[in-house]
């Protein structure tokens, strides 16, 4: 069973080299750098080697063997290119035996850089809710491997992401940091409609919005011109991932849904960059789902009735609504313990009724949002228990949720 095979990644053991003296040291974070992977192993994150705790070097001692994966690409090494993976092993002099050869790692690159992909997966149990189906996000490394980076449950007939899952490794403030941004990649099997990053833009979803609210297309009551405007919102978050090949994984139209700016770059942001200081700060390995739920709403000019906003809207087709909640569970598996952080996605908007269970973040000292502040993103904390209750008959929660209680929340 496939999902059953990636639920088993998430078995918590520590993900670093331990050793403090060692003979060979390779630098992850080099340019071109090749995927530095225990050998016959393809389970993220725990295949993958990281520095010690602090550090961004990786210390090997002699005889340790290591695999060097370049996904779609080539494994350069003195003038000899070998497509995808090559197998090294450190030796005394301080310099990998690859092949007959004994390199510096910094003459191991790839040809360029590492790329993802999406695969559907294919088996009974790859559905998760009403028209809606499992993918892996992450990289060929060949010979029948593959490391998964997330996984997504995609709604085809909405053309949105119902909720996505990953790890948050324990050093993670330690990782790849960079400003850089490139296009979002759709995968188009996911699609019925083409281009949907051009529903994003600020003129496209002013107008779309305008049209079902009784507004001139041009109208900036709602969609302004500062940052009262709908973007993509990611579910897995870059910085969520140590390595740059993966953090760049994460700009997949597959794994974004549309979120007002105000949101995603205040309270939401605060609440991505409080979850990795949590695993950073407890040295723990927490594994996140991120989701939607509901379909906000603006009132119609006319009649002040409340209308579901979406951003394709083509007559009686209507898809990629802007969600009325986003939600992350976050769960600690070592101590058993978890919790929701949930957060009103539409700064027009007060609760509302869209506290959908008994707020508990005043015993959380770890959250540093700006929780009632509406154009920031009005937010709040629930147990999972209490949240599985709320969301049970709309929204298809993960099976593999512990059904945890009060009692077992993340402090």
Not at 282 to 307: K, R
């Given at each position: 069973?496939?999902?059953?095979?990636?639920?088993?990644?998430?078995?918590?053991?520590?993900?670093?080299?331990?050793?403090?003296t060692?003979?060979?040291?390779?630098?992850p974070f080099?340019?071109?750098?090749?995927?530095?992977?225990?050998?016959?192993?393809?389970e993220?994150?725990?295949?993958?080697?990281?520095?010690?705790?602090?550090?961004?070097?990786?210390?090997?001692?002699?005889?340790?063997a290591?695999?060097?994966?370049?996904?779609h690409?080539?494994?350069v090494?003195?003038?000899?290119?070998?497509?995808?993976?090559?197998?090294?092993?450190?030796?005394?002099?301080?310099?990998?035996?690859?092949?007959?050869?004994?390199?510096?790692?910094?003459?191991?690159v790839c040809?360029?850089?590492?790329?993802?992909?999406?695969?559907?997966?294919?088996?009974?149990?790859?559905?998760c809710?009403?028209?809606?189906r499992?993918?892996?996000?992450?990289?060929?490394?060949?010979?029948n491997?593959?490391?998964?980076?997330?996984?997504?449950?995609?709604?085809?007939?909405?053309?949105?992401?119902?909720?996505?899952?990953?790890?948050?490794i324990?050093?993670?403030?330690?990782?790849?940091?960079?400003?850089?941004?490139?296009?979002?990649?759709?995968?188009?099997?996911?699609?019925?409609?083409?281009?949907?990053?051009?529903?994003?833009?600020?003129?496209?979803?002013?107008?779309?919005?305008?049209?079902?609210?009784?507004?001139?297309?041009?109208?900036?009551?709602?969609?302004?011109?500062?940052?009262?405007?709908?973007?993509?919102?990611?579910?897995?978050?870059?910085?969520?991932?140590?390595?740059?090949?993966?953090?760049?994984?994460?700009?997949?139209m597959?794994?974004?849904?549309?979120?007002?700016?105000?949101?995603?770059g205040f309270?939401?942001?605060?609440?991505?960059?409080?979850?990795?200081?949590?695993?950073?700060?407890?040295e723990?390995?927490?594994?996140?789902?991120?989701?939607?739920f509901?379909?906000?709403?603006?009132?119609?000019?006319?009649?002040?009735?409340?209308?579901?906003?979406?951003?394709?809207?083509h007559?009686?087709?209507l898809?990629?609504?802007?969600?009325?909640?986003?939600?992350?569970?976050?769960?600690?598996?070592?101590?058993?313990?978890?919790?929701?952080?949930?957060?009103?996605?539409?700064?027009?908007?007060r609760?509302?009724?869209?506290?959908?269970?008994s707020?508990?973040?005043?015993?959380?000292?770890?959250?540093?949002?700006?929780?009632?502040?509406?154009?920031?993103?009005?937010?709040?904390?629930?147990?999972?228990?209490?949240?599985?209750?709320?969301v049970?008959?709309?929204?298809?929660?993960?099976?593999d949720?512990?059904?945890?209680?009060?009692?077992?929340?993340?402090?």
């Amino acid at each position: 069973m496939i999902l059953s095979n990636f639920y088993c990644l998430y078995i918590i053991v520590s993900p670093f080299i331990i050793n403090v003296t060692a003979d060979c040291l390779a630098n992850p974070f080099q340019h071109r750098s090749p995927f530095l992977i225990r050998p016959e192993t393809n389970e993220y994150p725990f295949s993958i080697i990281y520095p010690n705790f602090g550090e961004t070097v990786i210390r090997f001692n002699a005889g340790d063997a290591i695999e060097f994966a370049c996904p779609h690409q080539e494994v350069v090494y003195s003038e000899i290119r070998t497509p995808t993976m090559v197998r090294g092993t450190c030796t005394s002099s301080g310099r990998f035996e690859m092949n007959g050869k004994r390199i510096l790692f910094e003459n191991i690159v790839c040809s360029d850089e590492p790329r993802s992909e999406t695969r559907l997966l294919v088996s009974s149990n790859s559905q998760c809710g009403n028209n809606a189906r499992l993918a892996e996000v992450g990289f060929d490394i060949g010979r029948n491997r593959f490391l998964t980076a997330y996984i997504v449950c995609f709604d085809y007939y909405n053309e949105i992401p119902s909720y996505t899952r990953h790890t948050i490794i324990s050093n993670i403030n330690f990782g790849f940091n960079t400003k850089e941004r490139p296009f979002f990649i759709q995968d188009d099997d996911f699609y019925r409609t083409n281009n949907i990053d051009n529903f994003y833009t600020r003129n496209k979803h002013r107008s779309t919005i305008n049209r079902l609210i009784g507004l001139p297309d041009s109208s900036t009551k709602y969609i302004q011109n500062d940052y009262k405007f709908i973007s993509r919102g990611h579910l897995v978050a870059k910085k969520d991932f140590f390595y740059r090949s993966f953090q760049m994984a994460t700009f997949r139209m597959i794994n974004v849904a549309p979120q007002w700016q105000t949101f995603n770059g205040f309270n939401w942001n605060q609440v991505e960059i409080d979850t990795r200081n949590y695993a950073n700060d407890n040295e723990l390995n927490l594994e996140v789902y991120t989701g939607i739920f509901g379909v906000d709403t603006l009132q119609h000019e006319n009649n002040n009735q409340d209308i579901p906003l979406y951003l394709i809207s083509h007559g009686n087709h209507l898809a990629l609504p802007v969600p009325a909640l986003f939600w992350k569970i976050i769960y600690d598996s070592t101590n058993n313990k978890g919790i929701v952080l949930i957060g009103l996605n539409n700064p027009y908007k007060r609760d509302d009724g869209n506290v959908i269970c008994s707020d508990i973040s005043k015993q959380i000292n770890w959250l540093t949002w700006d929780q009632f502040n509406v154009q920031k993103g009005y937010s709040y904390a629930c147990t999972i228990t209490s949240f599985r209750y709320a969301v049970q008959e709309q929204l298809h929660v993960p099976d593999d949720i512990p059904d945890l209680g009060l009692e077992e929340i993340l402090v």
